[in-house]
C-alpha cells in the first residue's frame, strides 16, 4: 500500500508527522505522497479540506484518513495517541471505505468563459458592497428573485459547517443532494424569498443569475475570489451547482457515529 501524508505547520502536527511516517516504513508500507492509495491528514477538518483540493484529480483512487491535533472534527477520526494503532489498521486493510457526496460550482462569465469548481463543504456567493441581488433558479424554472447579504450552498457533510451558521438544515452525510441557505435575505412588502433552507435532491440544478456585476466574493470551501468588474474585463453573470458525479472516500478502519459527533460538538453533556 501507498501511503502519503498532508499536515499543517503547528509544532504539534509536524511531531505526529515524524513519528508516522517512522512507523509507515517500519511497517513495511510505501511512502507516497505524489499518487498515494490513502492519504493521511494531520491537523482538523481545514487539512483535510486543503489536502481534499491538492488531491482532487485523483479522488477517484484515494481514501483519505484524518487525524486530529487540535479540535475534535468531522472528518477526523483519530487522535494523535492512536500512531500504532492506525497503522496497524493501515497493515490489514482490505480496501474498506465510506463514500460522501461533493458539490459540483460552474460559474459563467460575461466574455464566454466558465470556471469549474468542487467543493467538499460548500460554496458561498456574496455582495460585499452592497445588498446581492439575484434571480434563482431551479431546473432551469424561475424560483424566486433573491435579495440580501448572500447564498451557501452545501453537501451533506458540509452542512454543519458555515451551512449550520447561517441557519442551515443539518443533513445526513448518506444522503445524496445539496442545501441552499440564505445569509440575511431581505423580506418584507416589497421583496420576498421562502426564506427557509431548501434540501435539493441528487438530479437537481440550481443556478443563481445575478442583476449587478460588482463586488461579488465568491468562495469554495476555503478558496476565496474576488470578482471585481473592471473596464474591459470579464465579470460574473451566473453560478449554477448540482450533485458532482465525484466523490470523496474516507478508509474506515473503525465506526464514527455522525449523530453522535453532532451532539458532542453543538450540545454537550448530558444523558
Not at 90 to 97: E, H, I, K, R
Not at 185 to 203: E, M, Q, Y
Not at 214 to 222: I, L, P, Q, S, Y
Not at 258 to 268: A, C, E, L, T
Request: net charge neutral; charged share 25%.
Amino acid at each position: 500500500m501507498k501511503v502519503g501524508i498532508y499536515n499543517n505547520e503547528t509544532a504539534e502536527s509536524q511531531r505526529v508527522t515524524k513519528l508516522l511516517r517512522a512507523e509507515i516504513e517500519r511497517a513495511g508500507l510505501t511512502y507516497d505522497d505524489q499518487h498515494p492509495e490513502v492519504v493521511i491528514t494531520i491537523g482538523g477538518d481545514g487539512t483535510l479540506l486543503s489536502a481534499f483540493h491538492h488531491y482532487i484529480d485523483q479522488l477517484d483512487r484515494i481514501r483519505f484518513v484524518g487525524i486530529h491535533t487540535g479540535h475534535l472534527g468531522f472528518y477526523t477520526d483519530w487522535r494523535n495517541f492512536e500512531i500504532d494503532d492506525l497503522v496497524d489498521s493501515l497493515v490489514q486493510d482490505s480496501g474498506q471505505s465510506v463514500s460522501y457526496p461533493l458539490l459540483d460550482m460552474r460559474a459563467g462569465y460575461s466574455d464566454g468563459t466558465v470556471d469549474n469548481y468542487v467543493a467538499l463543504n460548500e460554496a458561498t456567493i456574496r455582495n460585499i458592497t452592497k445588498t446581492m441581488v439575484c434571480d434563482v433558479y431551479i431546473n432551469n424554472q424561475l424560483f424566486e428573485n433573491f435579495r440580501g447579504d448572500g447564498l451557501c450552498i452545501s453537501t451533506p457533510t458540509g452542512s454543519t459547517a458555515y451551512n449550520k451558521s447561517v441557519g442551515g438544515a443539518i443533513m445526513d452525510p448518506n444522503s445524496v443532494g445539496f442545501q441552499l441557505a440564505e445569509m440575511a435575505s431581505l423580506n418584507n412588502r416589497v421583496f420576498r424569498t421562502l426564506g427557509s433552507p431548501i434540501i435539493f435532491g441528487a438530479d437537481t440544478k440550481l443556478m443563481l443569475r445575478l442583476r449587478d456585476v460588482n463586488d461579488h466574493v465568491m468562495t469554495c470551501d476555503r478558496e476565496q475570489l474576488r470578482l471585481k468588474n473592471e473596464k474591459g474585463k470579464r465579470h460574473l453573470m451566473e453560478v449554477s451547482f448540482q450533485v458532482s458525479q465525484k466523490r470523496i472516500s474516507f478508509a474506515r478502519y473503525r465506526h464514527t457515529n455522525f449523530w453522535n459527533r453532532v451532539k458532542d460538538s453543538f450540545i454537550g453533556g448530558g444523558k
